[in-house]
């Protein structure tokens, strides 16, 4: 972003237990390292933790070896964290650079970067000087070389200046109707240099929404006023013609079928633009899992007739996936699971899943182990873009304290996206069953009709910080050989709040309520029935919450209510600490009994990774009953809810 002065020159002056194991392999890795000089690097789960420079600079051609020093005397704290982390320098200072050029290419490249650093805190008066052995890097001519012993000493002298506020802005163009407030350009507001290109990329948005795919800023003046620190701007916009779509072309598929591709896009040749539909496509695209990259862009210019074409470029993933995956409980166990897929199965994408789980290891006896494996398969697109067919097969043998079950079910439904926040499915099931409870052993073949909405606006869904998950559900079901009939219904939902703007603090709830109408409780089979305690209410055991038998073991209820409530901590970019509290109720009637609340609390730590957080959690239960345990730690991947 250009900025002109009309008194001064702005900018450069020149002259200037997973969790454990994860930590366990850092500190082994360490060890390693110290007594094994010949080692590269060690990796875990893809993660460098740790790489010898000496291998890593190997290949430098005449390493010249330097130092840094930072001088800042009028930056606060925060501002002068933010432009040592601006400094390549800084950031390299333990790599050498290859020979005297090298390092004044990277001593000019780094002013550059650090005035670009004060714009983007609204100085324009910042001035950077950079001297390398005691020179400015400006009297060195470009063939310097730098000699004497190492590592050559570069000072990098900084003197921000004031803080700039917005001064006059004007719209010009296409843009002279909109109100410049609309898009954050107040003045007496944020001048920095984002703010200003935010504001024109949300102009140019305001445009893009009436259909028009060619807006854009043709003309942008930035004038620093330095007598009063202010930054006057005049915005020139030019929006363009309303436009359809016209054609969708494809590169860079390959096993992928090019045609279903364009498909997908769900971009129909003749309907207005809309640039909200062109982030939908490309959200769908990699929604089917099998493009690790798209991109989708309008033309630069109209067709003939008057339309945009539209391009869309994509790379592949590998078809194939495995992944096995475990988590810990010191009340349930370890449970291991891993599915196999193939994401492109026939080439419009279709997905077959193999899955399978053992859980209960170390808690049960191995005659007493769990078991599932089941087969899914998945096809997009079967009734427009948004729309999802999958059908499976799932078996399962399991031992839980309630119940003794074998079961045999298959489904088959349609899942539909009404739009990027709200998603809905129906399905058909009929699951063969066998069960031995406290009220006997039992027979079952139950055909039912689950229903299913979810909203979620979270803006991540593996550790969100903002937003909201509301779950929806109602399964009609009716028992062919003992002809009960009874609806399931399960309500959920999830709040993240974050405290701070960056969200270092985050509050996190989750309120989830169900009931089971049409039957007593003899009448529901065991497996359907619900239950609470374990990873749900923190501190007890799996199942431990509410009725039992005079034998003490649990026989579920036809309603409960749970919630949870986190301060989600960031201690640093990747360790987080969360204290907690669950609570959750199981009772026979049709209705909560909140009477017989229990409630857990503890704390868990966080190691976050590209694929979601690493979770550990202690709690205790603060109402321990009868045959409760006296603490519970669990770990796994992901954040709790």
Known sequence: MPVHGRQTAVGCASGGVLLQIVLLAVVCSTALAAQSRSAAAFELFGLKLWELSSDEDADIVDPLRYTVTIDAPDADEDLAEKLENASALKADEEHPVSGSLGLLAKARSDREQLVAAFYADALYEGVVTITIQGKPLDDLPPDAEFSGPQPI???????????????????????AGLASADFGLI????????????????????????????????GREI???????????????????VAGYGGTTVEGTEKVDRDFTEYMTGLKRG????PDEIDDARDRLLGLEVFNSVTVKEADA???????????????????????????????????????????????????????????????????????????????????????FFAGV????????AYDRFSVKGNTGLSYELDKQQTVSA????????????????????????LRYVFDNRDNRLNPTTGFRALAYAEPSY?????????????????????????KFVLAERVAIGSIIGAGLQDVPADRRFYSGGGSVRGYAYQGIGPKDIEGEPIGGLSFFETSLEMRIAITDTIGVVPFVDAGTVSTNQFPDFSGMKVGAGVGLRYITPFGPLRIDAAVPLNRGPGDPSFGIYAGIGQAF
Do not use: C
């Open 153 to 175: 000493p570069v000072v990098i002298s900084i003197a921000a200046g004031p803080k700039f506020t917005l001064g006059n802005i004007r719209l010009k163009g296409d843009a």
């Open 187 to 218: 003045a007496g507001g944020d001048a920095s240099s984002g703010a200003v290109l935010k504001a024109e990329a949300a102009i140019v948005r305001a445009l893009k929404q009436e259909g028009r795919p060619l807006a854009k800023v043709t």
């Open 302 to 388: 109209l067709d003939a007739e008057g339309n945009i074409p539209i391009g869309v470029e994509v790379s592949e993933r590998k078809p194939h996936h495995l992944d096995l995956v475990g988590s810990l409980s010191s009340t349930d166990g370890l449970d291991l699971k891993g599915n196999w897929e193939h994401r492109n199965l026939f080439g419009p994408a279709e997905k077959l899943r193999i899955d399978g789980k053992i859980s209960g290891i170390g808690s049960n006896d191995l005659s007493q182990l769990n078991y599932s494996a089941g087969v899914m398969f998945e096809k997009p697109g079967v009734v427009g873009p948004a729309s999802k």
């Open 427 to 450: 399905e058909v099931a009929l699951d063969y069953s066998k069960i031995t409870d406290s009220f006997g052993k039992h027979t079952y073949l139950i055909a039912s009709v689950p």
């Open 271 to 274: 309907r207005q633009y809309s």
């Open 223 to 241: 004038v620093a006023e330095h007598a009063g620190s202010t930054l006057d701007v005049t915005l020139t916009v030019a929006a363009g013609p």
């Open 394 to 401: 799932n078996t399962v043998l399991e031992h839980p304290d």
């Open 479 to 503: 028992d062919i050989l003992n002809g009960a009939a009874f609806v399931k219904l399960r309500g959920e939902g999830s709040a993240y709040q974050s405290l701070d703007t960056a969200s």
